[in-house]
């Protein structure tokens, strides 16, 4: 019988359905990839750092930036997003992606972190392809119009 099937029989019979879950695999540490700026762009792979539209991004933000993306060993020796803002002097972090926010944060990502604002944005995979999602990615990392 097919999973979803059996699930629906045993839901509207009454039965509560139990299943393992797998322990989380999130560490809340980071790579932070070899370079100097003001900018940490946290993505969530180092193959979504190398495509080319992550590339468009950091030329359009100035080339000033660094790219990171979770250790999935979550390694003590790697850095905490809030230990890379206070050892990188970072005054900005764009998290791609929502699930990289309630990875690193449990939750809502905070305004500000230490000396970096803090800006959570769609994944980068979202944003190559949407119109709308770059012009709010755009308009975010741009700050309010003076």
């Known amino acids: 019988m097919i999973e979803s099937r059996r699930r629906a029989y045993l839901e509207v019979m009454g039965y509560d359905i139990w299943s393992a879950r797998l322990p989380e695999q999130e560490s809340g540490r980071l790579l932070i990839r070899a370079g100097e700026g003001d900018t940490l762009l946290v993505c ?3 193959e979504a750092a190398a495509s080319p ?3 468009d991004v950091a030329r359009a933000l100035g080339d000033r930036c660094v790219w990171a993306w979770p250790d999935p060993e979550g390694r003590p020796e790697s850095a905490t ?3 890379a803002v ?4 970072f005054t900005r ?3 791609f992606g929502p699930e990289l926010v309630r990875q ?4 809502d990502a905070p305004m500000v972190l230490g000396s970096a604002r803090i800006l959570a944005s769609a994944d980068l995979e979202d944003l190559a392809v949407s119109g709308t999602a770059k012009r709010e990615f755009w ?3 741009s700050g309010p119009k003076k």
């Open 81 to 83: 997003l809030e230990d």
């Open 104 to 107: 690193l944060f449990r939750g």
């Open 139 to 141: 308009n975010q990392v």
């Open 53 to 55: 539209f992550a590339g």
């Open 44 to 46: 969530r792979s180092p």
């Open 93 to 95: 972090v764009v998290l």
């Open 86 to 89: 206070g050892q990188y002097l």
